[in-house]
């Protein structure tokens, strides 16, 4: 099924949505900087924490921008269950996961292939099942991919990486292997992150997520648990490379690349090699955050926000040495899910910018990082009125979506 919608790109949208900026030209974008002229921030509305001020200016509530790009949305399928990652594969066509277990293949032209065979079971209740893959970086040679899951266990579940070899009829995955086991297992069914990433280095980069429990939230503080961490590991063997930071300390997991993670479900790196990350926070504190080798980013002893209960955050604070500060944070949250930055030709005004899935507000979020603070926001899609699941460029330079839901789509966003 392919259904195909003309947009002016947001212009609109923000006026309807009743969001504006006193603006000043920056490349093709209308923008105003909130750290050198008075605007109107695109968000208004009362925050969850509004006692608690940001550490910098631009933190939080960057100021609207509207770009002028028009685009064009097309569904190019329907009828996928809860997708949860898309991955272009050079030849344009679509590697899709669905949370219950199954990775299809999608074409161009959006015909729905079947189930892949050779995948192993996942636990698929709650926030768990099939949830990322990844391409290797010489896939067109050796047809490698990787995916992560929730993997039941004895003793519980958790978040696992496998990889195997896509056979040449696209049917089945062959030479499977498991390659890492976030431990320890647990047993519910939420926060498992979850979200792969290859690095400029061809290390493989997996985020996870402390597994929401009281019980279990101070081990992302706690170097002999992988949760709550960033992991990065050699693809070939699921080891720990040599150069991890903590590899050689005692007591301390030798995958583990940062520390003081909630629930890290959007991971991309940028043109220059660096790895962002947006984190799925408290009421009030979702983050963005520029992952560096050995850094704690908080959680949950320095945090923005509050419990989803309107209760505090039991003994954090919002900053102290030794921690790192969220290069921005939106209060209210978004519920922030995927994310790319787009380095394509199709559409030259967004080049650098960072796309990332809002599934609280139902839109697709852009932003203008620059030098190293978010310079402007736009939030795109309100009409579609889906939760954007995950966001990825393809080889053609456009963007590809897919929707949280049991009848999910798969988008194309490419110039009208």
Not at 50 to 72: I, L, N, Y
Not at 99 to 118: C, D, E, F, W, Y
Request: hydrophobic share 35%; aromatic share 8%.
């Amino acid at each position: 099924m392919k259904i195909t919608q003309n947009l002016v790109a947001s212009g609109l949208l923000l006026a309807v949505l009743g969001f504006g900026c006193k603006s000043t030209e920056d490349n093709q974008d209308t923008v105003a900087t909130n750290t050198t002229n008075a605007c109107t921030p695109l968000e208004t509305r009362t925050a969850n924490s509004p006692d608690q001020k940001p550490a910098f200016a631009g933190q939080t509530r960057a100021c609207a921008m509207t770009s002028t790009t028009a685009f064009q949305v097309e569904t190019l399928a329907t009828g996928l269950e809860k997708p949860w990652a898309v991955e272009p594969l050079p030849n344009g066509t679509l590697l899709v996961t669905e949370k219950p277990g199954r990775l299809r293949i999608v074409s161009a032209t959006g015909q729905v292939g079947p189930a892949i065979n050779g995948l192993p079971a996942v636990d698929p209740r709650g926030q768990g099942g099939l949830l990322d893959v990844a391409l290797s970086p010489s896939f067109s040679s050796d047809r490698t991919i990787y995916w992560s899951f929730t993997e039941p266990r004895a003793d519980g579940n958790g978040t696992s990486v496998a990889r195997g070899v896509l056979s040449q009829n696209n049917q089945a995955l062959e030479q499977v292997q498991v390659i890492f086991r976030v431990t320890p297992s647990y047993t519910n069914n939420m926060h498992y992150g979850s979200r792969i990433a290859f690095g400029p280095d061809n290390m493989l980069y997996l985020t996870t997520g402390e597994r929401s429990d009281l019980a279990t939230r101070p081990q992302a503080q706690q170097m002999n648990s992988h949760l709550g961490k960033i992991m990065r590991i050699n693809p070939a063997t699921g080891a720990a490379p040599q150069d991890n930071p903590f590899v050689n300390q005692s007591g301390s997991k030798p995958e583990i690349w940062s520390v003081g993670h909630r629930n890290v479900q959007s991971a991309a790196f940028d043109q220059n090699g660096r790895l962002w990350v947006v984190e799925m926070g408290p009421q009030g504190g979702d983050e963005l955050n520029l992952v560096e080798k050995g850094k704690n980013y908080g959680w949950p002893l320095v945090t923005y926000g509050e419990e989803y209960s309107g209760a505090p955050i039991p003994n954090a604070v919002t900053q102290k040495a030794g921690f790192e500060q969220p290069v921005y944070y939106w209060d209210p949250v978004i519920a922030p899910s995927g994310a790319q930055f787009y380095t394509g030709s199709a559409f030259p005004e967004w080049r650098g910018n960072l796309f990332v899935g809002n599934m609280k507000d139902r839109r697709l979020v852009r932003l203008k990082i620059e030098n190293g603070k978010v310079t402007g926001e736009e939030h795109m899609l309100a009409d579609k009125d889906k939760r954007i699941r995950d966001v990825r460029q393809g080889p053609d330079g456009a963007l590809y979506l897919v929707t949280d839901e049991t009848n999910g789509q798969l988008w194309k966003i490419s110039p009208r």
